[in-house]
């Protein structure tokens, strides 16, 4: 029988939970860039210890170094991703006029061959058809007209609104990221001095369930970061090989370039494949649209039967619970519920292993947890 002491339990649970959501949603409006610091300062913080051990530096030496040496990495990232941009832009600018020649003279031929014939005949149908008939056929077209033209003007108004935003918000971008350093960096050389007084503040059981659950957290991210790294190094893999297969000029550039879209939820490697493909259809190069067909329908597929397996394994989540996850998530939230919904999923894992959940139920029915 439920007593009136559990209903009590469980509506106490239920307050705790809202209150700390709405707390922590409120808090985080004006203190994110300080919730980002503590995360990069708990990620910083292996390497941190192992130069202050190892080299017997000063832990905010160390810290200063880490922080830099990790800018270095994602500036010399940035800076060949952009060498490599301006390299296929001069090939582009190259040989793309004279792509571009071939590619209206093939676009007439087949207008003139295919679109024009298919014309002539629902032209001759349409003077066969009443007055009253040609008005309702013309109103439909004028009206299917009028809304494209409506639509595309509305997402380019949109998009050319979106630049000056983006732009104007740029400052705030470089204030985030400058407080979220400067966090990061005091953060991380007065952590063991936090860790110290969140030990003193807290229980054995609370301390014990805590590291569970930052352990499960750790390694579900690293593993879910493992995941997406194995995953865009087999499809650069397979694009490559299929690019030296169809001996395809920069075939290393372009494989790299793959991979990392490929990362993009739904959208990923279509972005290149499908302008390239029907390019080379419209040009008349048949060798290289089959070619590329097949390797784009051989990634497409193999991302699909891998995901979600390599997913499960990395991050310790059932294959079957990890796929619903990426369909529930998309539903709710659109392209960016592919990330979140195994992230809760992956959540929710660990505060089960970790006892949590039998923790609040045993405190609800009264019993020893």
């Not at 649970?13 to 994110?32: E, K, N, R, W």
């Not at 190892?54 to 030496?61: A, D």
Request: aromatic letters at 14%; one cysteine or more; charged letters at 10%.
């Amino acid at each position: 029988m439920i007593t009136k002491q559990q209903v009590q339990r469980f509506l106490f649970v239920c307050g705790i939970i809202l209150t700390s959501y709405f707390l922590f949603v409120s808090l985080a409006q004006y203190t994110y860039p300080f919730i980002i610091a503590i995360f990069f300062a708990y990620l910083l913080n292996p390497v941190v210890d192992w130069l202050s051990t190892s080299f017997k530096l000063p832990r905010g030496l160390a810290v200063f170094l880490s922080i830099v040496f990790i800018l270095t990495v994602i500036t010399a990232i940035i800076s060949i991703l952009v060498v490599e941009l301006i390299n296929g832009t001069a090939y582009l600018a190259n040989n793309l006029p004279e792509s571009f020649k071939m590619f209206v003279q093939y676009m007439e031929q087949w207008i003139t061959n295919e679109v024009m014939p298919i014309y002539e005949k629902l032209a001759s149908i349409y003077q066969s058809l009443e007055p009253s008939q040609q008005k309702a056929i013309l109103d439909h077209v004028k009206q299917t007209g009028e809304n494209i033209a409506s639509t595309g003007a509305d997402t380019l108004q949109n998009f050319l609104q979106e630049i000056p935003t983006l732009l104007s918000k740029l400052p705030s971008y470089i204030t985030v990221l400058i407080f979220s350093l400067m966090g990061t960096f005091f953060i991380s050389k007065d952590w063991p001095t936090y860790k110290l007084m969140l030990r003193r503040k807290t229980s054995s059981n609370v301390r014990q369930s805590g590291v569970q659950v930052t352990t499960g957290l750790k390694r579900a991210f690293t593993g879910y970061i493992k995941a997406q790294f194995t995953l865009i190094s087999i499809t650069a893999c397979i694009v490559l090989i299929g690019l030296f297969i169809l001996r395809v000029d920069y075939a290393v550039t372009i494989a790299f370039l793959t991979g990392i879209v490929d990362i993009l939820p739904y959208v990923g490697t279509g972005i290149v494949f499908i302008p390239w493909i029907l390019y080379c259809y419209f040009t008349g190069n048949m060798y290289l649209t089959i070619g590329l067909s097949i390797l784009f329908v051989t990634v497409v597929v193999q991302r699909q039967l891998m995901e979600p397996k390599i997913l499960s394994q990395s991050i310790g989540v059932n294959p079957l619970a990890t796929l619903v996850a990426l369909f529930v998530g998309f539903q709710l939230w659109g392209f960016s519920g592919l990330i979140i919904g195994p992230t809760l999923a992956v959540v929710g894992n660990t505060l089960y292993q970790s006892g949590l959940f039998h923790s609040v139920a045993a405190y609800i029915k009264g019993e020893e947890s």
